[in-house]
């Protein structure tokens, strides 16, 4: 396995295709909720593919919205879950955010990925709320940084 930071608009493509079959196909999410202004090599969105071999299997990417790293668009496709990819999604945008020298992030969490996202030290911080059609929760997380 090995982590791309996206770099060219073929990667970003790659990872588009990775999001309609997650979210659109599997989840039911509308396309035209599912892509946003933040989607271009252009954006200040880092975004990330995971790769086994040739094969584009997981992305992400990292928005920094008031001094916090938001991490949005996490997803693996079902062949490849429950290999931990999830886990290193997350801790490379982690340690992108750190790169960045931010102090926290955050993610809106489907709930029934709460306890992965707890594992990994996110922290619930809201109540349930609806995105897309489906149960989230807003969780935080610091990262430990100093002044």
Do not use: W
């Not at 588009?16 to 599912?34: G, S, T």
């Not at 880092?46 to 008031?66: C, F, Y």
């Amino acid at each position: 396995m090995e982590i791309l930071r996206i770099k060219t608009q073929e990667q970003l493509e790659e990872a588009f295709v990775i999001r309609k079959v997650v979210f659109v196909a599997e989840q039911k999410v509308p396309l035209e909720d599912e892509f946003d202004e933040f989607d271009t090599l252009k954006s200040e969105c880092e975004h990330i593919l995971i790769l086994d071999s040739d094969n584009s299997v997981g992305t992400a990417r990292l928005r920094e919205v008031a001094g916090v790293g938001k991490l949005e668009r996490i997803c693996v496709l079902k062949p490849f879950r429950n290999l931990g990819l999830g886990k290193v999604i997350v801790h490379e945008l982690e340690n992108i955010a750190k790169e960045k020298g931010l102090k926290s992030v955050k993610l809106h969490g489907q709930t029934r990925a709460e306890g992965f996202y707890q594992n990994l030290g996110y922290e619930t911080a809201s109540d349930v709320f609806m995105e897309d059609g489906i149960p989230h929760v807003l969780m935080t997380k610091n990262l430990g940084l100093q002044d």
